[in-house]
Protein backbone atom coordinates (compact mmCIF):
# COMPACT_ATOMS: atom_id res chain seq x y z
CA UNK A 1 0.00 0.00 0.00
CA UNK A 2 1.20 3.75 -0.94
CA UNK A 3 1.63 5.54 2.27
CA UNK A 4 2.91 9.18 1.45
CA UNK A 5 4.82 11.62 4.32
CA UNK A 6 4.70 15.05 4.43
CA UNK A 7 7.15 16.59 6.57
CA UNK A 8 8.78 20.43 6.48
CA UNK A 9 6.09 22.41 7.22
CA UNK A 10 6.10 25.12 10.07
CA UNK A 11 5.85 28.46 11.38
CA UNK A 12 7.62 31.42 9.54
CA UNK A 13 7.52 35.53 8.81
CA UNK A 14 6.52 36.04 5.86
CA UNK A 15 9.05 37.05 3.56
CA UNK A 16 10.60 33.12 4.43
CA UNK A 17 11.40 30.15 3.30
CA UNK A 18 10.77 26.71 4.17
CA UNK A 19 11.78 23.56 1.92
CA UNK A 20 8.93 20.59 2.07
CA UNK A 21 9.94 17.07 1.87
CA UNK A 22 7.46 14.23 0.50
CA UNK A 23 8.80 10.30 1.18
CA UNK A 24 6.53 7.81 -0.67
CA UNK A 25 6.56 4.05 0.56
CA UNK A 26 5.44 1.23 -1.23
CA UNK A 27 5.76 2.07 -4.53
CA UNK A 28 8.52 3.46 -7.12
CA UNK A 29 7.51 6.43 -8.62
CA UNK A 30 10.01 7.31 -11.49
CA UNK A 31 7.66 6.71 -13.77
CA UNK A 32 5.06 9.04 -12.24
CA UNK A 33 4.12 12.89 -12.56
CA UNK A 34 4.15 13.93 -9.01
CA UNK A 35 2.90 16.98 -7.31
CA UNK A 36 2.22 19.31 -4.52
CA UNK A 37 -1.17 20.43 -3.44
CA UNK A 38 -2.75 22.87 -0.53
CA UNK A 39 -6.06 22.97 1.49
CA UNK A 40 -6.39 25.90 3.14
CA UNK A 41 -9.38 26.54 5.77
CA UNK A 42 -12.29 26.65 4.28
CA UNK A 43 -11.06 26.08 0.74
CA UNK A 44 -10.71 23.45 -1.77
CA UNK A 45 -7.63 21.42 -2.12
CA UNK A 46 -5.44 23.15 -4.93
CA UNK A 47 -2.55 22.11 -6.84
CA UNK A 48 0.33 23.68 -6.47
CA UNK A 49 3.37 22.54 -8.27
CA UNK A 50 3.80 19.71 -10.33
CA UNK A 51 6.89 18.17 -11.91
CA UNK A 52 7.17 15.24 -14.78
CA UNK A 53 9.02 12.06 -14.83
CA UNK A 54 11.76 13.68 -16.78
CA UNK A 55 11.53 16.98 -15.10
CA UNK A 56 9.47 19.21 -16.88
CA UNK A 57 7.54 21.53 -14.04
CA UNK A 58 4.88 23.85 -13.87
CA UNK A 59 3.14 26.23 -11.31
CA UNK A 60 0.04 27.58 -10.14
CA UNK A 61 -0.43 31.16 -11.06
CA UNK A 62 -0.11 32.41 -7.01
CA UNK A 63 3.66 30.30 -6.15
CA UNK A 64 5.24 31.61 -9.75
CA UNK A 65 8.48 32.56 -9.15
CA UNK A 66 8.48 31.95 -5.28
CA UNK A 67 8.35 28.10 -5.32
CA UNK A 68 10.26 25.10 -6.61
CA UNK A 69 9.33 21.57 -7.56
CA UNK A 70 12.16 19.37 -7.63
CA UNK A 71 12.18 15.16 -6.96
CA UNK A 72 15.14 12.92 -6.23
CA UNK A 73 13.70 9.52 -7.80
CA UNK A 74 16.19 7.50 -5.91
CA UNK A 75 14.52 8.18 -3.01
CA UNK A 76 11.38 8.04 -3.83
CA UNK A 77 11.22 11.83 -2.34
CA UNK A 78 9.74 15.13 -3.89
CA UNK A 79 10.02 18.48 -2.69
CA UNK A 80 8.57 21.95 -2.44
CA UNK A 81 10.98 24.93 -1.96
CA UNK A 82 9.42 27.71 -1.31
CA UNK A 83 10.43 31.45 -1.35
CA UNK A 84 9.27 34.65 -0.46
CA UNK A 85 6.52 33.02 1.64
CA UNK A 86 3.38 35.27 2.19
CA UNK A 87 0.38 34.89 4.50
CA UNK A 88 -2.14 33.68 1.86
CA UNK A 89 0.17 30.39 1.56
CA UNK A 90 -0.72 29.51 4.95
CA UNK A 91 -2.12 25.65 4.25
CA UNK A 92 -1.89 22.12 5.22
CA UNK A 93 0.30 21.08 2.20
CA UNK A 94 0.15 17.31 0.51
CA UNK A 95 2.52 15.56 -2.47
CA UNK A 96 0.06 13.19 -4.56
CA UNK A 97 0.56 12.05 -7.84
CA UNK A 98 0.39 14.93 -10.29
CA UNK A 99 -2.53 12.88 -12.90
CA UNK A 100 -4.77 10.46 -13.05
CA UNK A 101 -6.23 8.90 -9.76
CA UNK A 102 -4.75 10.04 -6.44
CA UNK A 103 -2.75 7.71 -4.07
CA UNK A 104 -3.83 7.57 -0.23
CA UNK A 105 -3.43 11.17 1.18
CA UNK A 106 -1.30 11.47 3.44
CA UNK A 107 -1.50 13.74 6.52
CA UNK A 108 -0.04 16.81 4.97
CA UNK A 109 2.24 18.98 6.22
CA UNK A 110 1.16 22.81 8.20
CA UNK A 111 2.74 25.72 6.76
CA UNK A 112 1.46 28.81 8.81
CA UNK A 113 2.75 32.20 7.51
CA UNK A 114 2.33 35.21 9.61
CA UNK A 115 2.48 38.81 8.80
Known amino acids: QVQLVESGGGLVQAGGSLRLSCAAS????????MAWYRQAPGKQRELVAR???????NYGDSVKGRFAISRYDAKNTVYLQMNSLKPEDTAVYYCNVGRGTPWNWGQGTQVTVSS
Open 26 to 33: GIIFSGKT
Open 51 to 57: ITRDGTT
